[in-house]
């Protein structure tokens, strides 16, 4: 499905608001979010959140997949790398690459490589620049 790049204001713009974000951090928790949960977790009402699922569709961070009567939220996470590289670009440093599915939204402590090889923990951890 190819879909016309997202300009990085409009995300932002998107994202600004807090109802919007929470939308978005309640979709990232899985990959189809039902509309009707939404409903249940926000404390505004249903016109609302279809004109905040609206703007966050038209600034290219969700989908919307309808499935009989209801509807369902996905994020499009390929929109969020793009925008998060278009910051890294403008303050290059190092950064983490190849971070494991494991290790994606939890938080670990940090291993010194020695205590991580002893450990028998493979993950690697690669910082570029």
Known sequence: MSQEPVAATEVFKALADPIRWNIVQQVAQQEEFACSILEDTLPVSKPTISYHTKILTQAGLIEVHKR?????YSLRRDVLREVINELWALAPGPRLVGESTA???AKRPAQAPVAAAA???????LLTW
């Open 103 to 105: 290790d994606r939204g």
């Open 119 to 125: 450990s028998g923990d493979t993950d690697v951890t």
């Open 68 to 72: 009989g009567r209801n509807y369902f």
